[in-house]
């Protein structure tokens, strides 16, 4: 495999380039949502610089072999945010572009959530939350049992955080010193109907990590450079496995999304997504 840290050009064009890749990304997941009429646009786009990252900055993987035993792997534990996996994944060279315009289709294999192994690339069937996590326990675990080297990297949301199964896959992971496990918990402060520390009080949420036996770091979730910085560190020598809270702005690339959380459920017309594009620049 090509680590994508080896490939990578010198550090300001990776930048440049993973900043146009973002763009991209979320320019296409406007138009998914639009012609599919499916919802969680805000949620999708939200983590977008977290995929990126992790996709053309951090993962050691190829996409010509997605089932090499000796790849990292990557968990969108929220499944309601597909559309921006399957994308990084059509743009990063695991499956063909065109394949997209049949996300949500009868008969075709892009799900509003991802199904098990419906196109390479995909780790896990996710969207019921809670289950990410533990999925990512069990590989890194398994990981260490075979003598393999690989990463396990999960993205969480921070509602999903009220499961009750995150917590005691992280007591796991904790108790088994699973260094080589990180997650990243796309804090974008909104869950369905209301701000995420009204429903649950989540917050301080990088302690509540550390106080479960994890290292924990705050991080911008827009800043791909101190994402990549951060996720590069597993393992970090600490023993411990590694959560990074990161900080989103829902709809974030969008003005007249960003922060809005009616984007959680609503679908862009045809003049909403010609604004959201004329934002977003060239695909």
Not at 25 to 46: F, Q
Not at 116 to 136: D, F, K, M, Q
Not at 223 to 240: I, K
């Amino acid at each position: 495999m090509t680590t994508s840290a080896t490939a990578s050009p010198a550090p300001a064009q990776a930048a440049v380039a993973r900043a146009a890749i973002a763009r991209r990304i979320r320019r296409k997941l406007v138009e998914m949502s639009h012609l599919a009429k499916t919802p969680h646009l805000g949620s999708s786009l939200s983590c977008v610089d977290i995929v990126v990252a992790a996709y053309w900055g951090v993962l050691d993987i190829d996409p010509q072999q997605p089932d090499d035993p000796g790849r990292d792997r990557f968990i969108l534990s929220k499944g309601h945010a597909a559309t921006t996996l399957y994308a990084a994944l059509a743009f990063r060279g695991f499956f063909d572009e065109r394949e997209l315009a049949a996300y949500n289709r009868d008969g075709g294999v892009l799900a509003e959530h991802p199904g098990p192994r419906c196109v390479p690339g995909v780790e896990a069937a996710t969207g019921s939350l809670g289950h990410g996590l533990p999925i990512g326990v069990g590989m890194a675990l398994a990981g260490r049992l075979q003598d393999r080297a690989y990463r396990v990297y999960a993205l969480l949301s921070d509602g999903e955080c009220n499961e009750g199964s995150v917590w005691e896959a992280a007591m796991m992971a904790a108790a088994q010193r699973l260094d080589r496990l990180c997650i990243i918990v796309d804090y974008n402060k909104w869950q369905a109907t209301g701000r995420s520390n009204e429903t649950l009080a989540l917050a301080p949420l990088a302690d509540k990590w550390r106080a479960f036996g994890w290292t924990a770091h705050e991080v911008d979730g827009h800043d791909q450079g101190a994402l990549v910085r951060l996720m590069r560190s597993v393992p970090d020598g600490s023993g411990n496995p590694l959560a990074l809270v990161a900080h989103t702005v829902k709809g974030r690339g969008v003005s007249f999304m960003e922060d809005d959380n009616n984007w959680h459920y609503r679908i862009p017309d045809s003049g909403e997504m010609a604004a959201a594009h004329r934002e977003l620049g060239l695909s």
